[in-house]
């Protein structure tokens, strides 16, 4: 039968075959992308030298720069969103154009100081040196020190402390770090000991010593700063154990001795009963001395 058309009326569209919930295949392949899924080659990760280049190219972070090659937020992006900082990075990386020998961290250092380069960098050489120092005495065992130190004050020993310029004849009574206490002299910072000995060795010890007369009439002092003084490293004296070793001390006098232990911050020479015990602090020169061959035929 004709159909009657409506006029101002269009006719339905016909349906897809299926009803109206089927639905056929998207345009341009499977999963709607045009020829389907594509494996993705997982990109290499960036080098160092990459992400140093980039990183000093746009004044930004390493990690801001390794971001960005690995497709995450961009370097101008980190720059709008960080401005403050970004106006620090600028510089930074200004600073160490003009220094080229200057890292990251340190010219962050300069700039937070308030330092000049020079003064910066003096100041970095001083904390890693007193740094090297301490770790070096903490590598040396200080038993037999402490506990030749311990042995005098218990038997209430006299000892002879012996002072840049004078000496004492008293008996220790503690000892503190930095200091001894003497019964009659109380506390005496360790830093003016030059050497301190039994009073009976001592005696002994003192008719045939050497002395040097400019230091006699005029001690050399001692710097609060271990990394300014000629000896701080306890190390340096381990391969003489048992040697005999010339020192000058600070105020003239030349010890020429067997060198019986090293402790942290101390010498101890001669031998058992017998020992002198000088701080690191009080020396000026060391040479290990060299013994002579017997002669043929002796």
Not at 112 to 119: D, L, R
Not at 193 to 208: C, F, I, K, Y
Not at 218 to 226: L, M, N
Not at 245 to 269: A, C, E, S, Y
């Amino acid at each position: 039968m004709p159909r009657t058309v409506t006029p101002g009326v269009r006719p339905p569209a016909p349906r897809a075959p299926g009803g109206p919930g089927a639905s056929g295949p998207r345009p341009g392949g499977f999963g709607g992308r045009p020829g389907g899924f594509r494996p993705s080659t997982p990109r290499p990760p960036p080098t160092p030298e990459q992400i140093l280049a980039l990183a000093q190219r746009e004044h930004v972070p390493a990690r801001i720069a390794k971001g960005e090659l690995e497709g995450k937020m961009k370097c101008r992006i980190w720059r709008k969103l960080h401005a403050e900082e970004a106006k620090r990075f600028d510089q930074v990386y200004e600073l160490m154009g003009q220094t080229p020998s200057l890292s990251l961290g340190d010219a962050f250092g300069v700039l937070q100081s308030g330092m000049t380069v020079a003064e910066f960098m003096a100041r970095k050489e001083r904390t890693q040196r007193k740094a090297a120092i301490k770790q070096a005495r903490g590598e040396v065992d200080n038993a037999v020190v402490a506990e030749l130190l311990g042995g005098l004050i218990s038997g209430k020993v006299e000892v002879s402390v012996v002072l840049a310029e004078r000496s004492l004849l008293d008996t220790l009574v503690a000892e503190e770090p930095i200091a001894f206490t003497l019964e009659r002299t109380g506390r005496l910072e360790k830093l003016q000991v030059v050497l301190l000995a039994r009073r009976a060795e001592w005696d002994r010890l003192l008719p045939g010593l050497e002395r040097d007369a400019k230091l006699t009439q005029k001690p050399a002092t001692v710097a609060r700063q271990p990394d300014k003084r000629p000896y701080s490293d306890p190390r340096a004296f381990l391969d003489h154990l048992g040697q005999t070793v010339k020192l000058v001390l600070r105020n003239g006098i030349t010890l020429q001795l067997p060198l019986m232990h090293v402790g942290r911050f101390d010498l101890l020479l001669g031998e058992t009963g017998h020992e002198v015990f000088v701080p690191l602090h009080a020396l000026l020169r060391f040479e290990p001395v060299t013994q002579s061959a017997p002669a043929e035929g002796a």
